[in-house]
Nanobody, 118 residues
């Protein structure tokens, strides 16, 4: 069993900052990639940022130059600066994980709410 647990969400003023964390635990042999997705009410879930085991990073155009993704072992972080109301969403951690006696499986966290409002 693999579990992803997010933390760090909350309410912040426009222009403020938050840092999200996601810790992967359980039956893990290796992690191919970790990332963050978000889903606003009435919208599809979208990629925010992703980092591969080789260090390649992808950002959504809407967050480039404002957000920063990093990884330390089995934990991925998302630094968010200059937050805008349109960043309001539930943010989900994602990881592609190789487990004992399993092929690569995509896992999702339960989500953490980020609300940007004055």
């Amino acid at each position: 069993q693999v579990q992803l647990v997010e933390s760090g969400g909350g309410l912040v003023q426009p222009g403020g900052s938050l840092r999200l964390s996601c810790a992967a635990s359980g039956n893990i042999l290796s992690i191919n990639a970790m990332g963050w997705y978000r889903q606003a009410p009435g919208k599809e879930r979208e990629l925010v940022a992703r980092i591969t085991s080789g260090g390649r990073i992808n950002y959504a155009d809407s967050v480039k130059d404002r957000f920063s993704i990093s990884r330390d072992k089995n934990t991925v972080y998302l630094g968010m600066n200059s937050l805008k109301p349109e960043d309001t969403a539930v943010y989900y951690c994602n990881a592609d994980i190789y487990s004992r006696n399993y092929y690569r499986v995509t896992h999702w966290g339960q989500g953490t709410q980020v609300t940007v409002s004055s």
